[in-house]
Structures are given as C-alpha cells and as structure tokens.
C-alpha cells in the first residue's frame, strides 16, 4: 500500500450545519497542480485545429490597434498626448483591457462551461473561474512582446516606472477575478447574467481610457471616470511604459476597490458554491 | 474494533422542485420573489436521502442497493462533495477519489496522452502519480498505437477503457464508485471488476453502486440497501441482495384464488405475467416510456365463441389511467377453450414513474357479458430508465398525474 500508510489521515468533514464561505487555503494549495493543467488544456484546445495557431494571439491585437488606430486617430483625430504615437497609446491601453475583459467574459461563464465536471467530481470550485482566467494572462504576455518590439520601432524608451507594469498586470488580473466570481456565481442561479457579460464589458471599454486619453475628457468627466477601477489601472500603466507619469490616486482606488471586490466575490462564491452541483 | 473510516449520520439531502426553486432562476424571478414571498409547499419537495446513518471500517467494501430514484446517486454525491446535504454529518478519513462516471473532463479534441494528464489531475491525481503509472494505464486501455490520436476520433470502446484505465490507477484510502462497470465489452467489464477486487482487498474502503447484483455479492462485504431514500437495512450482500429481490415484487402474480371478481365464470383468469416486448423475459419492472407485454393466463370450462380481452392499468386509487382491448386492436380469436393466454403488447407507455395495477377481463362477446374480472392485481412499477435526475424530479410529484405525453407549445406574447 504505497500511498495509503500516511502518518497523519486527513479528515474530510461534511456538515450540512457548517459555515459556509471560509476559503481552505492549504486544500487550494493541494490543488495546484489541477490549476495547472487546466490552463495548459484551455491554451491548447483554443487553437488546436486552427490554421494560424498560436500566431492568432498575434493577430487579434495587432489588428484591433490598426482599426482603433485608423478610426480613431485618423478619422475622429483623437490624439495620445504627450508626444506618444497613437498606436503605442492604444496598443498599451488593448492589452490591458483585453486581459480584464476576456478575464471577466471566460470567468464569468466558466462555472456554466464546467457544468459537467463540477456535477461529477469534487475539487475546489475556486479553481475554475481562477484558472480560467489565468490562461488570457498567457495572451497578455505575447501582446505585451508586440509593445516591446512597437517601441523600439518607434524609438521610445521606457522610464525606470517600467518595473511597476508586472504588478499592475497583476492587479488588473485580480480585478478581473473579483467581478469574474461574482458574475460566475450568479451566472448559475441567473442566467441574465450570460447576456449581461458582453454588454456590460463593451460599455466598460468606452467608460475606460483605452481609446482616449483622459486628458481629452472636460474636468468633472474626469473625476467620475476615476471612480471605474480599470481607468487607474490602464492610466498607470501606460505612465509606467511611457513615462507620462502614475496617477497614484487613482490607482490607490484601483487597489481598493480590487481588494473589496476580491473578498466579497470570494465570500459570495463560497456561499453559493454548495448549490451549483444542484442548479447547474 | 478501531475507529470507523466512514461515519455517515442522519444524512438528508432535500431537492424543491416547481420552477422557482429547482433549475436556473432569472433575475426576474427572484426580484418578483422579494414580493411574493411563497413558502414551498409538501408536494413541490422530493427527499432524495432522508436521514441515513452507517458506518464503515477500514478495508471493508460497502455495496449501495436500492432501485432508480432510491437515493443511491444521492449520496454518493453527498459523500463525494459534489453536493451539500440539506441535514446530517459526515466523517471520511483519508483521501477521497469518487467516480460517478468514467471520463469526466475527458477532453474531444485532446490526444489520448494528454487525456491521462487531465482526467488523472481532476480526478485527484498528482502529476508524478500519473507519470509514475502512464505505462501501466496505456498498457491496461490497449490504445498504445492511438495515444497522440484525438480522442474525439476514438471508438467507444476505446475511449472507456482509457477513462476506466486513468481511474484504476487511482489510489486513495476511499473510493467511491457509480456504475461504471456497466460500459464497455464484457471482456473488459471482467478486467475492471478483478482491478476493482484487488483494490478492495488492498486495505482500501469502496463505496460501490450497481444494478449488477452479482458484482456486488462478489466485490463488497457489506451492503445497505436504499427504498425512497432510506436505509431499510444494513448487513451482508447475500441477506440484502435477497431482501431487494423480495421487495422489487415478481414479475407474475396468482389471480386464482381472487374471490373479489365478477363475471359468469365461463372462463378464469388464472394469472398475470409481466414480459419484455419479445416475451423472452421476465420483467419485475419496466421503464418509463418503453413498450413492455403483459401476459393473461386463463382457463376456459367450456367453449367461448369470439371473445374479447381487455387489460387496464390503475392507479394506486384504482382508477383507470389506460385500457387495452384486444378485438379493437384487430385481433380476434375464434374461440377459446381449456388453457391459454393473451398477450397485450402495450407499444407506447406514457406512464409516469409510478406503481401502478392491473385490471383485466375475458369478454364473452355472444353472451354479452364479463367472463372473468379481477381488479387491483399484480403490480407495474415504471422505473426511471436513463432520465436524468433534474427530469426525474419533476416527473415523480404528485401533481403531476399518472400519464406523461410529449406536448410541443408556441408562445405569443401579446406587445
């Protein structure tokens, strides 16, 4: 019996009187390897069978930066400011948005996707949307590749503030997974919720500076755009990149309003979980 | 004796049936709900598991028996944590791998190899497990030429021995096993049942639910066994396995000495036999929605010219849900005498999940009148057949009558 002698027997209690919401971190962390493997199974079934591969992760933002770049830089004249080329601006605010975007869209419907499994085995609910939201973050580091290669093209250097891009990566990563949990969790119980998604994420584009600069926006617009968690963090991130300065304020709120939406999406998910295997 | 590796006490599990509970509500629903605050009533609630308690010792193989919607699934559920009870406490002790099916997370566009590592880690697996075992389970699923093979371009066949391969070769202090012996071909079934002995002789404490009783006298050495959620009994597979077949009824009753029947007597409805559709077997229940033959023995004392048959299937209360005759049917018999039977092939069942009787009549067309009737005999219990859980709730309340018909709708809504 190799595997059976342990020294210390792990009890696995169940009580319909227990307390729900509290998170077992050291069971998430047994689970880890699961996380894994579900990343490493979305990035590969996503374009298996395809022509183009990987190089699609390529295309989606090069060709979303042309068109934003045509429409809005050279149809409706809108400019970055700052003496930065459109094309960077816009470029550094997609990849940002595409991560919190795709993160919130596949997390959101992830529970509804994994329907199957969660009715058939046990294994902390968590790791769906977490996972699923993990492997947009492999698209975001090949976008970010693009941007590197963008800007040695068009010659700016970055500023020493460079080094905080991973971490506001990272915040939007969580930002995304607060409201991502939120809307998996009601996303079983109401299915408005599916329809919701798209419209939702298509009016938090135009609400964040990915397309303008905030500058372009009159005083009293500005202050309400600051209250949308993901202007602080784009804004940053492209002070980080090109030097134009970090809106600290702002992303002091960003951090905030990340961490409120991380602790409750996690207590609300944690309540509803023992339903999904039934409502799915 | 040490201590127990499973402790299971006054387990409930409560499912709310009707549309506001069960299912997906729309943000509609439950803003109308704070308003409309309705308290679920008795019939709209199905107990799948109504407080169960049992123990189990390490090493010991606990087979679960009881018929579709007894709440088998049910708690293996519970147990496996795939679903919260409603009531009630469990202890298990150890790592915990359950299999309610083979395949789980099988992925159709993934190769085979790649299979092993995902169904393995979602099964509970750690990578180096997998690794360690990979041989093992390509050698145990025959599929060595197919393993960088689509999966979705796997035969059935293959594509269950590489699941039942991945879960043999877990190994975990309690297993929890649905069904799964019940794919694949019997060479096969024969080799997952020896894996699944050795494994249960290895120390380790199985859970096992089947329909195939034999399986279950041969790998457990305790069983309970389940009717409408509770435990009726808790002992050795050989005593439980007897008691089930007692209570699952016979599939042929004596009428004969019915005294409660009216007619002339010119004839005699001896008994009733319940038979699958090509009268090779005996039937002891049948399945929703599926044609099955239900056998009139009778005796005639004289010659009766052109008779008629007629069987109808009652409700618990007696009252008629369908009627069967025969010459209506197009066939008729010149005459009867001394022994014989009629069969009524009943070709599209719309009975509901239910117990259900018989009625059943010789007419004596020329003497216009009954030769024999008996009312309230035998038996008809309509199982479940593959209907999932979620439909098989809403087709077991009450309001719901006796008879299912398959119903198209169209809706307009007036703007």
């Known amino acids: ?280 | 004796m040490a201590q127990p590796v499973i402790e299971v006490e006054h387990l409930s599990k409560r499912y709310v049936l009707g549309t506001r509970e069960f299912g997906y509500k729309t943000l509609r629903d439950a803003l109308t709900g704070v308003f409309r605050k309705t308290p679920a009533s008795d019939e709209d609630e199905l107990w799948a598991l109504r407080d169960v308690s049992f123990q189990l010792h390490e090493g010991e193989a606990l087979g679960i028996i009881g018929r579709n919607g007894s709440g088998k699934s049910t708690l293996l559920k519970i147990l496996s944590r795939i679903t919260h009870p409603t009531t009630g406490r469990a202890r298990l002790r150890g790592r915990v791998a359950s299999l309610l099916e083979v395949g789980t997370g099988f992925h159709p566009e993934l190769t085979g190899r790649e299979n092993v590592y995902l169904n393995g880690a979602i099964l509970g697996m750690s990578q180096h497990e997998i690794r360690r075992n990979f041989d093992q389970i390509v050698a145990f699923a025959e599929i060595e030429q197919f393993l960088d093979t689509p999966v979705k371009r796997y035969s059935s066949g293959m594509y269950v021995r590489l699941a039942f391969a991945v879960a043999a070769h877990l190994t975990p202090e309690i297993l929890i096993v649905d069904e799964v012996l019940a794919v694949g071909d019997t060479e096969f079934q024969r080799r997952c049942l020896g894996r699944m002995h050795e494994v249960a002789t290895s120390g380790r404490t199985v859970l096992y639910v089947s329909h195939n009783l034999w399986s279950v006298e041969q790998l457990c050495n305790r069983a309970i066994l389940l009717s409408s959620g509770r435990l009726v009994r808790f002992g050795k597979p050989s005593e439980i396995i007897a008691e089930y077949s007692d209570r699952r009824g016979a599939s042929s009753w004596d009428v004969s000495a019915i005294e409660d029947r009216s007619g002339t007597g010119s004839a005699r409805i001896t008994h009733l036999e319940l038979l699958a559709t090509d009268a090779h077997q005996t039937l002891s229940s049948v399945e929703f929605l599926k044609p099955f033959r239900v056998r009139i023995h009778f005796e005639a004392r004289r010659p009766i010219a052109r008779p008629d048959f007629g069987l109808a299937v009652l409700n618990e209360r007696g009252e008629r849900i369908l009627v069967c005759m025969a010459a209506e049917s197009g066939c008729d018999a010149e005459s009867i005498d001394g022994i014989g039977w009629a069969d009524c092939i009943v070709m599209a069942p719309c009975l509901l999940p239910r117990t259900f009787r018989f009625e059943a009549w010789i007419i004596d067309v020329r003497g216009l009148s009954f030769a024999d009737r008996v009312e309230m005999v035998g038996q008809l219990d309509v199982g479940l057949g593959n209907w999932t859980e979620h439909e098989v709730g809403q087709l077991q309340v009450d309001w719901r009558g006796s008879i299912y018909v398959p119903s198209e709708w169209q809706i307009k809504p007036t703007s």
């Open chain 1, 1 to 280: 019996m190799p595997d059976s002698v342990a020294v210390t027997m792990r009890w696995t209690e169940i009580d319909a009187e227990a307390p729900a919401g509290r998170v077992d971190l050291a069971e998430l962390w047994r689970y880890r390897e699961l996380v894994q493997i579900l990343v490493w199974r979305d990035l590969k079934v996503r374009y298996r069978q395809t022509l183009l591969g990987v190089t699609w992760v390529l295309i989606q933002p090069l060709l979303t930066t042309l068109i934003f770049t045509f429409l809005f830089n050279r149809v409706a004249h809108i400019q970055a400011g700052g003496g930065i080329p459109y094309v960077l601006f816009v470029l550094a605010g997609i990849t940002l948005w595409n991560l919190f975007s795709s993160g919130v869209q596949s997390a959101g419907n992830s529970l509804i996707s994994s329907a199957h499994v969660i009715s058939k085995v046990y294994f902390p609910r968590l790791i769906i949307p977490a996972a699923a939201l993990l492997s947009g973050l492999a698209d975001v580091v090949v976008t970010a590749c693009l941007l590197i290669v963008l800007m040695f093209w068009y010659g700016v250097a970055p500023p020493l503030a460079v080094v905080l891009a991973p971490v506001l990566v990272a915040i939007c990563y969580f930002l995304a997974l607060g409201g991502g949990l939120w809307l998996a969790a009601l996303n079983v119980e109401y299915r408005d919720v599916r329809v919701l998604i798209p419209f939702l994420l298509q009016f938090g584009m135009y609400v964040t500076p990915v397309v303008y600069p905030l500058t372009a926006l009159p005083d009293r617009f500005r202050r309400v755009a600051y209250l949308n968690p993901m202007t602080g963090v784009v804004e940053a991130f492209r002070g980080a990149l090109f030097g134009t300065g970090v809106p600290w304020g702002a992303l002091i709120w960003s951090m905030a309003v990340t961490v409120l939406l991380m602790i409750s999406g996690i207590a609300y998910f944690r309540k509803k979980e023992g339903i999904f295997a039934d409502m799915l």
